[in-house]
């Protein structure tokens, strides 16, 4: 079975020492959850991932699962510039039973060739060596600098049935989302933005992975539920694209955490790794109240 509904890339909380505050990330995960939000999808772009080691990354998918985040409601990124650490990351997730694995290209080298980036989840596919593998391919080519083409995303489901089963789609482009869902309709296509959904979700997509569900699961939760079910959503369809542009309209990963750590009252939750800086505290309480300023209730 192939993941549907709200699965939000959790932010990471860090520690004075900026070590993931385990217990903090929990609570957020649950809130989440709570929320509606079907699973999680940690160890993304929004958990800032690439900035924490690979011991690191096993060290959150460990805690996680050990905190009691049931597996099968666990998408973790797990793509690396080094196939040896994606191939180490995918075979923890799958083992571990989780419902499949966000795989980002590799993304330093530019203008590789799709037979490089097939290469790649070929020894994925082949190192992680379990029945259980399920591939999401995370397509975000501004900034990896690569990305998954309509041939090669053809190739991948046709030489890895069963194995290669969604996408995630970053890049904000709707005609580039629609083409993922129209050409390849048994393919779990995720936008990443929820402004898309009254498009995508009657087109046949599967749900979406935003990271501005850090701060409102529940309304964007609402929105698919009421699209799935032919419910008017068009006021929900409003509010989630108002707050969507309010979070994106200024550094997205400080400033989702600054409206965590507003709404929570931990301050620490406002703190990011280098190279990113943590908004400023008056910048932080004027988004957090654009934000609580139209927000639907159920």
């Not at 793509?79 to 923890?92: H, I, K, L, N, P």
């Not at 936008?191 to 046949?204: F, Q, R, V």
């Not at 964007?220 to 079910?229: Q, T």
Request: glycine share 12%; aromatic share 6%; hydrophobic share 45%.
């Amino acid at each position: 079975m192939t993941c549907s509904g709200l699965w939000p890339p959790a932010a990471t909380p860090f520690d004075a020492d900026l070590a993931v505050d385990t217990p903090a990330l929990l609570a957020h995960c649950r809130a989440l959850l709570a929320d509606g939000a079907r699973g999680i999808a940690p160890l993304g772009t929004t958990s800032e991932a690439n900035s924490l080691t690979l011991a690191e990354r096993r060290a959150v998918l460990d805690g996680l699962l050990d905190g009691g985040i049931p597996a099968a409601q666990l998408l973790p990124g797990t793509g690396a510039c080094a196939v040896g650490d994606a191939v180490e990351m995918s075979r923890a997730a799958t083992r571990a039973g989780c419902a499949g694995v966000l795989l980002l290209p590799p993304f330093f080298y530019k203008g590789v060739p799709d037979d490089g980036l097939y290469d790649y989840v070929a020894r994925v596919v082949d190192g992680t060596g379990a029945d259980g593998l399920r591939i999401y391919l995370y397509h975000i080519p501004q900034m990896a600098g690569a990305g998954w083409s309509l041939p090669l995303i053809e190739r991948l489901l046709r030489d890895f049935p069963g194995i290669v089963v969604g996408l995630k789609d970053s890049t904000g482009d709707w005609s580039g989302t629609r083409a993922f869902i129209e050409t390849f309709p048994d393919l779990a296509v995720f936008p990443a933005s929820e402004a898309h959904l009254s498009d995508a979700i009657p087109l046949g997509a599967a749900g979406c992975i935003s990271a501005t569900a850090n701060v409102n699961a529940a309304g964007i939760a609402r929105l698919i539920d009421a699209l799935r079910s032919g419910a008017p959503a068009g006021d929900l369809q409003e509010e989630a694209t108002r707050q969507r542009g309010l979070v994106t309209a200024g550094p997205l990963i400080p400033g989702i955490k600054a409206v965590i750590a507003a709404r929570t009252g931990a301050p620490g939750w406002a703190r990011v790794r280098p190279p990113l800086r943590p908004m400023g505290g008056g910048a932080a309480r004027d988004l957090a109240a654009a934000l609580e300023a139209g927000t639907l209730v159920s």
